[in-house]
C-alpha cells in the first residue's frame, strides 16, 4: 500500500463539539484550524481514559502471570507444561484477533469489544478455579481467545477517532498504562499467592474488568458515528480457519519436546513450515518474504516479541530456581522494564518530528538485543542477579521506544476498511512471535537438560539479532529517512 491509501484522520475540534472524521488528509493545515490536542483533552477524555483502564487491567494481569507460574506449575504438578501454559493463550489470541479484526471491519468496534470482554472475565474464572494444570491452561485458551481479541477493536478505534499527529501519543499512553502494573503488579501477585493464594490472582482481577469494561462504553457510544464498520466486508470463514491452523501449528511446536530424538525436531520443524504457511493469509502481502514497508513492519513485530517475551518469562523462573528468590522478589525483575517501556514510548511519542519509524526501530533492536545478551552472560556464568535486573530495564525501554511506531506505521497505511484486518495482523505476529519463541525455548531446554537457562536464552538473544539485521526494512519503498 502506499501513503494515498491511508486513512482520514479525525480534524479537531471545539471542547463542546463531537469530533467527526473526514475533514482533512493526514498531517494537511488548514487556516484557522485549531491545535492539535493532547489525548486527554476534552474531546477525547474519557474515551483516552476507558481504553488506558483496559490496557491497565491486561497489563496486570499479564505481569501478575508471568511472575506466579512457577507457583501454579508447582502446585498442580503442571512442571513439564509451564512453556505450554504460555504458548495456549498466545495461539489461542490469533484465532481471537482474526475473528475480532474481521469482524470490526463489518460492524465496528463495540460488538467486538464487549463480547471479548465478557469472555475475557469467563477466562479468568476458569484459570481461577482451576484444581489441575489441564484445567488451568483451559482458562487460559479461553482467556488468550478474548484477552487479544481486545486489543483489535481499541487500535481501530485510534485510527478512526483521534488524528494522525495523536496516534503516537495514545500508544504511548497504552505503554503509561503498564507503569503501574509493572511497579506494583508482579510484586503485589507474589504477597497474593503467598500469603491467600495464587486462585486469587485471577479471581481478584475481575472485579476491576466490569467497572472498567462499563467506564468504556459511554464514550464509545458517543463517537459510534465515527466507528460504524462496513457491512459489505464479508465473513472470512477461510481465515478464520486459517488462523486455527496457525494456532494449532504453534502448539505442535510446544508438544513437540514431548517426544523423543529425532522426532521432537522433525515435528518441531514441520509445525513451524505449517505456521508459516497458514499464516500467509492472516497477513498483509509480502510478508513472509519481509517486502519493504508495511509487510516488514508485521513481521519485525513478530521477531522482537519472540525475542522480548521469550526471555521475560523465564526470567523470574531463573530467579526462583536458581537465587531461590521468593516469588513476590522475582516478580521485582520485571518492575524496571516497565517503567523504562513506558518512559521510553513517552520520549518516542514526544520526538514524532525527529526520528522516524524507521530509526526508531532500529535503534529499539539493536538495544534489545546487547540486553538480551547480557542476560544471557549472566545466565551462563551465574553473576549476580543485580546485572540482569538492570540490562532488563534497558531491555524494556528499548520495546518502549519502537513499539509504538509499529502501530503508527500500519495505521498509516491502512485503509479506513482494512484498519481491523491490519490491526489483526500486526497484533497477530506479535502473538505468533512469542508463542514459537515460547515453544523453541522449550524444545531446546528439554534437549540440553531442564534448568538449562542459558539454552533459552541463547535462543531470543538469536531472534534479536535477526531483528537488527532486518530493522530496516521497516522503510517503506521510495520513503524518506524522515518516514
Same mark, same amino acid.
Given at each position: 500500500m502506499t501513503e494515498s491509501s491511508a486513512p482520514t484522520p479525525a480534524p479537531t475540534s471545539t471542547d463542546d463539539e463531537p469530533v467527526t472524521a473526514g475533514a482533512a488528509p493526514a498531517g494537511a493545515a488548514t487556516a484557522g484550524a485549531a491545535p492539535v490536542r493532547g489525548p486527554l483533552s476534552k474531546p477525547y477524555r474519557w474515551l483516552s481514559i476507558g481504553m488506558f483502564s483496559l490496557i491497565f487491567l491486561a497489563a496486570f494481569e499479564a505481569m501478575a502471570v508471568t511472575t506466579i507460574m512457577p507457583l501454579v506449575a508447582r502446585q498442580l504438578d503442571g512442571e513439564s507444561l509451564f512453556a505450554l501454559a504460555f504458548a495456549v493463550p498466545l495461539a489461542a489470541g490469533i484465532i481471537g484477533m482474526v475473528i475480532a479484526g474481521n469482524w470490526t471491519d463489518? %460492524?465496528?468496534?463495540?460488538? %467486538?469489544?464487549?463480547? %471479548?470482554?465478557?469472555?475475557? @472475565?469467563?477466562?479468568?474464572?476458569?484459570?481461577g478455579t482451576a484444581v489441575n494444570m489441564?484445567?488451568?491452561?483451559?482458562?487460559?485458551?479461553?482467556?488468550?481467545? %478474548?484477552?487479544?481479541? @481486545?486489543?483489535?477493536?481499541?487500535?481501530?478505534?485510534?485510527?478512526?477517532?483521534?488524528?494522525?499527529?495523536?496516534?503516537?501519543?495514545?500508544?504511548?499512553?497504552?505503554a503509561a498504562a503498564w507503569v503501574i502494573p509493572s511497579i506494583v503488579g508482579p510484586a503485589l501477585a507474589g504477597l497474593v499467592a503467598e500469603a491467600i493464594s495464587w486462585h486469587w490472582v485471577f479471581l481478584g482481577v475481575i472485579v476491576l474488568v466490569v467497572p472498567a469494561a462499563a467506564m468504556m462504553l459511554p464514550p464509545v457510544l458517543r463517537v459510534r458515528d465515527q466507528v460504524q464498520g462496513d457491512p459489505s466486508v464479508p465473513w472470512s470463514v477461510s481465515r478464520v480457519g486459517w488462523s486455527v491452523v496457525v494456532a494449532g501449528a504453534a502448539l505442535a511446536v510446544s508438544l513437540s519436546k514431548e517426544l523423543g530424538d529425532p522426532w521432537r525436531w522433525v515435528v518441531a520443524v514441520a509445525a513451524i513450515a505449517l505456521a508459516a504457511f497458514a499464516a500467509r493469509p492472516l497477513l498483509p502481502p509480502g510478508a513472509l518474504r519481509m517486502a519493504r514497508g508495511m509487510p516488514a513492519t508485521v513481521m519485525l513485530k513478530l521477531i522482537v516479541a519472540g525475542a522480548f517475551f521469550g526471555t521475560e518469562i523465564y526470567l523470574p523462573y531463573l530467579f526462583i530456581e536458581r537465587y531461590e528468590f521468593s516469588p513476590s522478589l522475582a516478580g521485582a525483575v520485571l518492575t524496571g522494564a516497565g517503567v523504562t517501556w513506558a518512559a521510553a514510548s513517552w520520549l518516542q511519542g514526544r520526538l514524532t518530528d525527529r526520528v522516524s519509524n524507521t530509526q526508531a526501530v532500529v535503534l529499539g533492536t539493536i538495544t534489545l538485543t546487547v540486553a538480551l545478551v547480557v542476560v544471557l552472560v549472566v545466565a551462563i556464568f551465574t553473576l549476580p542477579p543485580a546485572i540482569a535486573f538492570v540490562a532488563w530495564t534497558f531491555a524494556g525501554g528499548a520495546m518502549g521506544f519502537m513499539y509504538p511506531r509499529f502501530s503508527v506505521a500500519v495505521l498509516a497505511l491502512s485503509p479506513v476498511s482494512a484498519q481491523g484486518f491490519n490491526s489483526a495482523a500486526l497484533t497477530i505476529s506479535e502473538s505468533l512471535g512469542a508463542a514459537i519463541a515460547l515453544a523453541i525455548t522449550a524444545l531446546v531446554s528439554s534437549a540440553v537438560g531442564a534448568g538449562m537457562f542459558a539454552a533459552d536464552f541463547a535462543v531470543t538473544v538469536v531472534i534479536a539479532f535477526v531483528g537488527v539485521l532486518l530493522a530496516r526494512r521497516v522503510r517503506p519503498i521510495g520513503g524518506s529517512r524522515s518516514s
Open positions: 463489518r %460492524s465496528g468496534p463495540l460488538p %467486538s469489544l464487549l463480547t %471479548s470482554a465478557a469472555l475475557f @472475565v469467563v477466562g479468568l474464572v476458569i484459570a489441564e484445567v488451568f491452561i483451559v482458562g487460559r485458551f479461553v482467556h488468550g481467545l %478474548s484477552g487479544a481479541a @481486545v486489543v483489535v477493536p481499541l487500535y481501530v478505534i485510534v485510527g478512526r477517532v483521534y488524528p494522525e499527529a495523536l496516534r503516537a501519543r495514545v500508544f504511548a499512553g497504552f
